[in-house]
């Protein structure tokens, strides 16, 4: 079955530094997702993409976020300034339709020390 | 706001039933089940929509009751496998781009014991 893939599975980085997280959607998916669920709690809702724009964001996703789509295949998720309260999985996700099943990557697990 | 599930908790032996339950204080378009295991992503279990629905596959169902914005997830004679966090994730409402976003419920964990 096509599955999502996330690079890198883990990251650790320093406050303040700038990181980068890695999708692969599946090929004929056409929205593109990104989540993040803190150890044990809940998978929050960052940001939905389509068509090459953002399509909606949550209050999370703030002026230190920002996705982008930089060629056919990729999905990345960038984070210009770490904060330690930024540490959490970060999980992709993918749909070909609207409102249809939501296909999860792995997750990065990032940590900023 | 997010959906509130209950319980938080469950632990079955394998063979028993359960339900999980997620509600929500806004009227809702729709309700997704995933379920997480430990150190993995949320797969999905199923989409329910508005108009009041019951799906399943082998023994895993739900039901939606849109007047009550309520939906239950029921687990029949639960094998090993189930055991899990599964989240309800709602959508109050789809914009022309679709599919917006889902949000989830706390979860509930379900250990199934031999």
């Known amino acids: 079955e096509p599955e999502v893939t996330q690079t890198p599975s883990h990251q650790v980085t320093q406050m303040g530094q700038e990181v980068i997280l890695r999708c692969v959607p599946i090929?004929?998916?056409?929205?593109f997702y990104w989540y993040r669920q803190i150890l044990g709690q809940k998978v929050e809702f960052l940001v939905s993409?389509?068509?090459?724009?953002?399509?909606?964001k949550s209050e999370i996703f703030d002026d230190q976020f920002s996705v982008e789509r930089p060629d056919g295949s990729n999905f990345t998720l960038k984070i210009r300034s770490t904060k330690l309260e930024d540490s959490a999985m970060y999980f992709c996700?993918?749909?070909?339709?609207?409102?249809?099943?939501?296909?999860f990557g792995s997750g990065t697990q990032l940590s900023v020390l | 706001q997010q959906p509130v599930q209950s319980p938080q908790a469950v632990i079955l032996r394998e063979g028993e039933d359960a339900v999980i339950n997620c509600s929500s204080s806004k009227a809702l378009y729709s309700v997704h089940w995933y379920r997480q295991k430990h150190g993995e992503a949320p797969v999905f279990l199923m989409i329910l929509l508005k108009g009041g629905e019951q799906k399943g596959h082998d023994k895993i169902s739900a039901s939606f009751n849109e007047k009550k914005q309520q939906s239950s997830l029921y687990l029949t004679a639960s094998q090993l496998s189930y055991s899990g966090t599964y989240f309800c994730?709602?959508?109050?409402?789809?914009?022309?781009?679709?599919?917006?976003?889902?949000?989830f419920g706390t979860g509930t964990r379900l250990t199934i014991i031999p």
């Open positions: 996700a993918s749909s070909d339709l609207g409102g249809e099943k939501l296909f």
């Open positions: 994730g709602t959508e109050i409402g789809v914009s022309n781009f679709g599919n917006e976003k889902l949000t």
């Open positions: 993409f389509y068509n090459n724009e953002i399509s909606e």
């Open positions: 090929s004929n998916h056409l929205y």
